[in-house]
C-alpha cells in the first residue's frame, strides 16, 4: 500500500487545493502554537523493585496481592487505620510522565510539579464475561498520583529525576483495565489520553525473574518478507473483553503478533505446535503452509487455524478463575475434522463466549459451535439433525460464513448452494439453536442491480441488473442496530434479515475483503485491493479514504511535519476500531529499516481535505483570483444542552482515592509512603466488594465501616499532622478515600446508557441555522433548513419524542429529545444480566459528512450522534434487609424487644411468639439513593438448622411444603394473615403493607421440636430467600435476596414438653416427700449417729489408754513388789468403776425407750 494516489493531471486544481489548505488551516494552526503547547501523557508500568529507576517499565503478568505492605502499615501507630486489619498491595505502580515537542522531558516534568501539575488518573475496569461468578458492574476508582524522586544519583541538590506514581488497581473478574489521564488543571495544558493497561495471561516468570511466553518463542527480527506486500487481514477478537490481540497472516512461518496494549507494543512469538498436516479423502489439502490463517482472542482463550487444524490456548489468569486453568501447550481441537475456516463472534452473552469453525469434507453443510466458559472450550456439531443442505432442501452446498445472534440465539449462515440445472447461487439462512429449526430469510440476486446513477437502491425484485455477478463473501451483524451487511463485490445492508438496500457507491468491479466495525455507528470497508473505504450509519453514500485526495493531502501535510508515522513505502497489516477511532497497523520502510506502527486514520479529517477539494470555485475579480467554496453543512453550531447527571442512566461506580501525605518540605513521597497508598486503595477496593450483603448498613455507603469509629478523632489527627508528629511521616486524610455519587454530564452523550423499566433519558440539542435567505416567514426559513430525526432499531420497545421550540432572533432552533422504554419488551432479569442490546440514532437531516467540528484534538464529526442502549435492570441495584427499620417497627407493634443472650450485632434475634414485621430496602450502589422497597414480593424458606455449622438446604419439594398455604402435610414453618397469594395460590405474596409472619413451626417441619443446646430457650436459623420475580411489576430486576434469620424461643412440641412436666413433677413430688421423711426421721437418725459417734470415741480411748499402760508397765518393771501391787489394784479398780458406769447408762436408755 502506497500513501500516494495517482498523480493528477491538471496543476491548476493542485494550486487550488494547496490554497485551499492555507485558508482552512492556518487560523487552526495560529490558534494551536498560541494557547497549546504539543503535550502528550507517558505510562508505564513498574513494580515494586522499578520505583524510581530510570526507563525501567515491566509487563502485567503479576496477580497476587502483595503482602509486605503491611508491614509499613505497622509503624503507623497513631493513624486513623485498624491496626488488626491486614493490609495488602498491588504487585504494581503506575509511572506517569509527560513531554513536549521539542523540550526535555525531565525538566518538563520538574517544571510541572513546581507549577502545581498533579496526573488525575482514572482506572476503569471492564465488567466481565462470566457473570455467574463475578457481579456485574461498571467500577471505576480516580487517583490523584504522588511525586517520587528517582534513585539515580544527580549534582542537584533536591531533585534531578521524578516522576508522578499511583497504584495499579486489580479487581477480580476484570483483565482490562481503561486508564485515563487528566491534568488537575494546574501547570501547562496537556490534553487527556487513554491507556489501555492488560493483564498478559500468556507471560510467566522464571525463576531468574525474566519473563517468557507460555504460546512459543519471541522473535526478535521483523523481517521485511513478513509484511511487505502481504495482505492485510482483520484483527478478530471478543469486544471489550479481551486483554491480548494475536494476527496471523505471517507466510510461511507459524507466527503472530500478540499484543497487550491495543498495538501501542507488540511481540512476534513462533508458536509451539506441531504442525502435524493431515490430508485425507475427507480432507483434501492442495498445499501445505506454516501461515497461521485464522486468529481469534477471546478473554482468556486465543484460536488458531493452520491449514485445516485447529488449536486452542487458555491463558493462565487467576483474576477470571480464581485458581490456575491455564494450558502447558497449545491445544488440537477438532482433530477428526476438516476446518476451512473460523468465524468470530464480537460479543459474548450468556457468561460465556463463542466461535465458530466451518468445516469441509464429509461435515459439508455443518457448523461446529464453539463455547467459552471460564477457560473451558467446548464444541457442539450443528444443525443436530441433519445437515443444513438437507434442512433448506438441496443436494450440494457449502457453509461460507456464519453469525451468531445472541439476543436470538440463533445463526445466520451464508449458504452456497450449486445446482446443477442453473447457476450457483446463495441464501441466507436461519438456524434456531433452541428449536433445532432451518428457514430460508433471504436469496441474494445472482447479479449486481442498476442503480441507474442513484445512491442506493431497495431491493424489491422488480429492479433490473447488470451482468456482474453478485460474489458474497462475508456477513457483518451490529446487535445493537440490528443492522446486517452481506459483502463480497457488492455492499447489502438490512435490518431485519430479509429487506436488503443496495449501497451503489461501492463500485462492483472491487471486492471487499473484510469489513471493520465500531459498534458505534462507524464502518471501515478493506478491499483485495487494499483500498479503505468508509459508511456512516444512517447514510448510504461510501466514502473512499483511501487512496482518494484527501489521502494526498494529509500525507503530503504529515511529511512536511517529519512525521515518523508516514514513509515512502509502507504496507497496511490491519485495520481496527479503537474508542470509536480507525486505527491502522502499518510496516513502514524508511531508509531501508522496517518497523511497525500503530496510527490514527483521520477519517474526519480526510472527509473534509475531499469534500472541499470536489466543492470550490475560483472566480476572477479584477486582477486576480479568488477561492470559493460552498458549505453543505446545515448549521454552524450545534450544541448539548440540559444532559442529566450521568451516573444513574451510565451505572458508572467511581471512588476517589488520593495520596496520603507526607512530612516532606518539598512534597516528595517515599518507597514507604507509597506502600501506604497501595494498601489504603487496595482496602477501599476491598470495602467495595464486601459491600454486597443481606444486612444494610445504617449509612449506605461501603467506606462507612471504615471511618465509623474514627471519626471522631479527626481533628486530633489533623493536629499531629500539621505539628509534623505524624508516625512514619505520613498522615493519612480520611476524607480523601471516598465514592462519589454526583458526577456532572459533560457536553456529549454518555458512552452507553440503561434503561429499566418505564425510564426515560431526556436531553437537548441546540443547532443555529446557516444564513437563511429570506424567501418566506422567518420562523419558516428556520426549521426548513434544520431538521432533527431519531432513528430507533428497535421502536416496538422504545420510543422517542422531539420537541422544538424555534429561537427566531437567534436563528436557531431547541429540540428537546426524550428516550422511554415500552415496559414490555423484557422480562424481569438479575442486576445487570440478559440485558437486551439496542440504540438511538440522533441525526442531523443533511449532516452526514458534512459537518465538523474543531477541537483541540483535531476536526471532529458532528450532526451524527449514536447512542447504545441496554434494557433491562440495570447494573448496580440490589434489595436489602432493612434490619435498624425493621427492628424499630417490631418493637413498636409487639410493644417489646427480646435479643438473644449472646447479642450479635450483626444478627439481632426475633422472638418466636412475636409478629414478624420485615422491611426491605432498595439500594441504588451507583447513585447513593436508598429507600423503602414498596413493590411486592414473595418469602420463602430455603433452608435452616438449629446453628450455623448445621444449616442446610431444601429440596424444591421440601420448600413448597414449608411455605405454601396448599400444604396439607403440616409442615408448614410460617403464615401470614395476608390473603394475596401467586397466581397459582402456591405461595403468599407479601409487600411493606403485610400484616406481618406468623411462626408456626408444625409437626413435619424442620425447625419443630428444637431442643435447647443449654440451659437458655431454643434457637433456628433460618435461610429465607425474597425475590419479586413475577409478583412486581413495576421493574424489570429480578430482584433476590438470600439472608439468615435468627428466631429464638421456640416452643418443644406437646409430647416433648409433656414428658418434661412429668419428669419435672416426678422430680419435685420425690424431693417433697424425700424432705417429709427425713424431718421425720431427723432425731433418730441424730441420737443413733450420737451412739456411734460415742462408741468410737470409747474404743478410741480405750485403745489409748491400753497402749499408754503397757508403756508405763515395760518402764517400771524392776520396782519393789508392793508398790506394783498397789499399781494392779488401782487398775483394777478403775476398770471396775469404768464398768459399772457403762451398765447405768445402758439402763437409762433402755428407760427412755421404754417411755417412748
Known amino acids: 500500500m502506497s500513501p500516494a494516489g495517482p498523480e493528477w493531471p491538471r496543476l491548476r486544481v493542485l494550486q487550488a487545493l494547496w490554497a485551499l489548505l492555507v485558508v482552512l488551516l492556518a487560523p487552526w494552526r495560529l490558534w494551536a502554537i498560541k494557547n497549546t503547547q504539543e503535550c502528550t501523557w507517558q505510562v508505564v508500568l513498574n513494580n515494586f523493585e522499578t520505583v524510581g529507576k530510570k526507563d525501567a517499565s515491566d509487563r502485567f503478568v503479576d496477580q497476587e496481592p502483595l503482602y509486605t505492605v503491611d508491614k509499613v502499615f505497622s509503624l503507623l501507630v497513631d493513624a486513623p487505620i485498624d491496626p488488626d486489619e491486614t ?75 521524578m516522576s508522578w506514581y499511583t497504584p495499579m488497581p486489580i479487581k477480580n473478574g476484570s483483565v482490562v483495565m481503561r486508564v485515563d489521564v487528566s491534568s488537575n488543571g494546574l501547570g501547562p495544558f496537556i490534553p487527556n489520553k487513554r491507556f489501555q493497561v492488560n493483564i498478559n495471561g500468556f507471560l510467566e516468570r522464571q525463576r531468574d525473574t525474566t519473563l517468557q511466553f507460555t504460546v512459543g518463542n519471541e522473535l526478535f527480527n521483523l523481517i521485511p518478507r513478513y509484511f511487505v506486500n502481504v495482505p492485510s487481514r482483520p484483527l478478530w477478537y471478543t469486544v471489550d473483553q479481551t486483554p491480548v490481540f494475536i494476527l496471523g497472516g505471517i507466510p510461511e512461518e507459524k507466527a503472530i503478533l500478540l499484543t497487550d496494549t491495543n498495538f501501542k507494543d507488540f511481540f512476534l512469538v513462533e508458536l509451539s505446535i506441531d504442525s502435524c498436516w493431515v490430508g485425507s479423502f475427507y480432507c483434501p489439502q492442495t498445499s501445505f503452509t506454516a501461515t497461521i490463517f485464522d486468529a481469534i482472542a477471546t478473554e482468556s482463550t486465543l484460536f488458531i487455524r493452520q491449514n485445516q487444524l485447529v488449536y486452542y490456548f487458555t491463558g493462565t489468569y487467576t483474576t477470571l478463575h480464581e485458581s490456575n486453568r491455564g494450558s502447558e501447550r497449545w491445544v488440537r481441537v477438532l482433530a477428526n475434522e476438516c476446518i476451512k475456516k473460523l468465524c468470530p463472534v464480537h460479543f459474548h452473552s450468556n457468561g460465556s463466549e463463542y466461535v465458530m469453525a466451518l468445516t469441509t469434507g464429509k461435515h459439508e453443510g455443518y457448523v461446529h459451535f464453539g463455547t467459552i466458559t471460564d477457560g473451558r472450550v467446548s464444541f457442539e456439531l450443528l444443525p443436530r439433525q441433519r445437515s443444513v443442505c438437507n434442512g433448506i432442501l438441496v443436494v450440494n452446498c457449502s457453509i461460507t460464513w456464519a453469525v451468531f445472534i445472541a439476543g436470538d440465539y440463533n445463526l445466520l449462515l451464508l449458504v452456497e448452494i450449486e445446482d446443477p440445472s442453473t447457476r450457483k447461487y446463495f441464501q441466507v439462512v436461519s438456524y434456531d439453536l433452541v428449536s433445532d429449526y432451518l428457514v430460508v430469510l433471504y436469496t441474494i440476486p445472482e447479479f449486481i442491480p442498476d442503480a441507474r446513477g442513484l445512491e442506493f437502491l431497495m431491493i424489491l425484485g422488480t429492479e433490473s441488473y447488470t451482468n456482474f455477478p453478485m460474489v458474497p463473501k462475508g456477513m457483518s451483524y451490529n446487535p445493537y442496530n440490528n443492522l446486517l451487511f452481506i459483502w463480497g463485490n457488492f455492499l447489502l445492508q438490512g435490518y431485519n434479515s430479509e429487506n436488503f438496500i443496495y449501497l451503489a457507491d461501492f463500485p462492483k468491479e472491487l471486492s471487499i475483503k473484510y469489513l471493520v466495525n465500531s459498534f458505534y455507528g ?63 497497523l502499518v ?21 473534509m481535505y475531499q469534500q472541499i477539494s470536489n466543492d470550490y470555485l475560483l472566480e476572477r475579480q479584477g486582477s486576480h483570483l479568488t477561492l470559493s467554496f460552498t458549505n453543505f453543512c446545515p448549521f454552524t453550531v450545534m450544541r448539548l444542552r440540559d444532559l442529566p447527571n450521568p451516573q444513574i442512566y451510565t451505572r458508572q461506580e467511581r471512588y476517589r482515592a488520593q495520596p496520603p501525605r507526607v512530612l516532606e518540605p518539598w512534597g516528595f513521597h517515599s518507597e514507604n509512603s507509597l506502600a501506604v497508598y497501595q494498601g489504603l486503595v487496595y482496602y477501599l477496593l476491598w470495602l467495595h466488594s464486601k459491600y454486597d450483603k443481606p444486612y444494610a448498613d445504617p449509612v449506605h455507603d461501603p467506606t462507612w465501616r471504615w471511618w465509623k469509629n474514627k471519626k471522631q478523632d479527626q481533628d486530633y489527627y489533623f493536629y499531629l499532622a500539621s505539628n509534623w508528629r505524624s508516625a512514619g511521616s505520613v498522615h493519612v486524610d480520611m476524607a480523601s478515600y471516598e465514592k462519589i455519587y454526583d458526577l456532572k454530564a459533560e457536553n456529549e452523550l454518555p458512552e452507553r446508557i440503561f434503561l429499566d423499566k418505564g425510564t426515560s433519558y431526556r436531553f437537548s440539542v441546540f443547532l443555529t441555522a446557516r444564513e437563511p435567505e429570506p424567501v418566506h416567514g422567518a420562523s419558516f426559513q428556520v426549521q426548513s433548513q434544520v431538521g432533527l430525526a431519531v432513528v430507533l432499531a428497535d421502536p416496538g420497545c422504545i420510543e422517542a419524542v422531539v420537541k422544538e421550540k424555534v429561537l427566531v432572533n437567534r436563528n436557531s432552533v431547541l429540540f428537546w429529545v426524550t428516550l422511554s422504554d415500552k415496559r414490555f419488551c423484557f422480562d424481569q432479569g438479575i442486576s445487570g444480566h440478559h440485558l437486551m442490546k439496542t440504540s438511538m440514532l440522533v441525526k442531523v437531516v443533511g449532516s452526514s459528512g458534512h459537518c465538523f467540528q474543531n477541537t483541540h484534538q483535531g476536526p471532529r464529526m458532528q450532526g451524527n450522534l449514536v447512542v447504545p442502549v441496554l434494557i433491562g435492570c440495570p447494573p448496580g441495584k440490589r434489595l436489602a434487609f432493612d434490619i435498624t427499620y425493621t427492628l424499630e417497627y417490631n418493637r413498636l407493634q409487639n410493644k417489646r424487644y427480646f435479643d438473644c443472650v449472646h447479642v450479635d450485632p450483626e444478627m439481632p434475634c426475633f422472638l418466636f411468639r412475636d409478629v414478624f414485621y420485615p422491611f426491605f430496602l432498595i439500594q441504588d450502589l451507583v447513585t447513593g439513593d436508598s429507600g423503602s422497597f414498596q413493590g411486592s414480593y414473595v418469602l420463602k424458606v430455603v433452608g435452616g438448622g438449629p446453628t450455623l455449622d448445621t444449616i442446610k438446604e431444601y429440596s424444591e419439594e421440601d420448600i413448597y411444603r414449608f411455605n405454601s398455604p396448599l400444604d396439607k402435610t403440616d409442615s408448614l414453618i410460617w403464615t401470614t394473615r395476608n390473603t394475596t397469594t401467586t397466581e397459582d395460590s402456591a405461595f403468599n405474596i407479601l409487600s411493606h403493607n403485610s400484616l406481618g409472619i406468623e411462626w408456626l413451626c408444625l409437626e413435619n417441619s424442620p425447625c419443630h421440636d428444637t431442643i435447647p443446646h443449654s440451659i437458655f430457650a431454643s434457637e433456628f436459623f433460618f435461610k429465607v430467600l425474597v425475590s419479586n420475580r413475577g409478583v412486581d411489576k413495576s421493574t424489570y430486576c429480578d430482584y433476590q435476596l438470600t439472608f439468615l ?62 497402749y499408754s499402760t503397757a508403756s508405763d508397765t515395760r518402764a517400771f518393771s524392776n520396782t519393789s513388789g508392793t508398790k506394783s501391787g498397789e499399781s494392779s489394784g488401782g487398775i483394777s479398780r478403775v476398770f471396775s468403776k469404768v464398768a459399772e458406769e457403762n451398765k447405768t447408762d445402758t439402763k437409762e436408755t433402755l428407760r427412755k425407750k421404754s417411755i417412748s
Request: hydrophobic share 45%; charged share 20%.
Open 522 to 584: 462507524d464502518t471501515a470497508i478493506v478491499t483485495e485491493t487494499e483500498e479503505i473505504w468508509y459508511l456512516l450509519e444512517g447514510s448510504y453514500q461510501v466514502y473512499k479514504l483511501f487512496p482518494s485526495k484527501g489521502w494526498e493531502v494529509h500525507v503530503s501535510l504529515q511529511m512536511m511535519q517529519q512525521s515518523s508515522l508516514y514513509a515512502p513505502n509502507e504496507t497496511m497489516v490491519t485495520l481496527f476500531y479503537e474508542d470509536n477511532k480507525l486505527y491502522q
Open 1045 to 1106: 434469620l435468627h428466631i429464638h424461643g421456640l416452643p418443644l412440641s406437646a409430647r416433648r414438653a409433656f414428658l418434661i412436666l412429668m419428669v419435672s413433677a416426678s422430680l419435685f413430688v420425690g424431693l417433697v416427700i424425700l424432705y417429709i421423711i427425713s424431718c421425720l426421721l431427723s432425731p433418730y437418725v441424730v441420737k443413733v449417729c450420737n451412739v456411734l459417734c460415742w462408741k468410737i470415741n470409747n474404743i478410741i480411748a480405750w485403745e489409748s489408754y491400753t
Open 587 to 607: 510496516y513502514l520502510i524508511d531508509n531501508q529499516q522496517g518497523r511497525l506502527v500503530k496510527r490514527l486514520v483521520p477519517v474526519e479529517q480526510l472527509l
Open 87 to 161: 493490609y495488602l498491595g498491588f504487585p504494581y505502580y503506575l509511572k506517569i510522565n509527560y513531554s513536549c515537542k521539542g523540550e526535555s522531558s525531565e525538566a518538563l516534568v520538574r517544571k510541572g510539579h513546581l507549577t502545581g501539575l498533579k496526573p488525575v488518573v482514572l482506572v476503569t475496569f471492564q465488567s466481565p464475561v462470566n457473570f455467574h461468578r463475578w457481579k456485574i458492574e461498571q467500577l471505576q476508582i480516580q487517583m490523584e498520583a504522588a511525586p517520587f524522586r528517582s534513585r539515580e544519583r544527580c549534582n542537584a541538590e533536591e531533585v534531578c529525576l
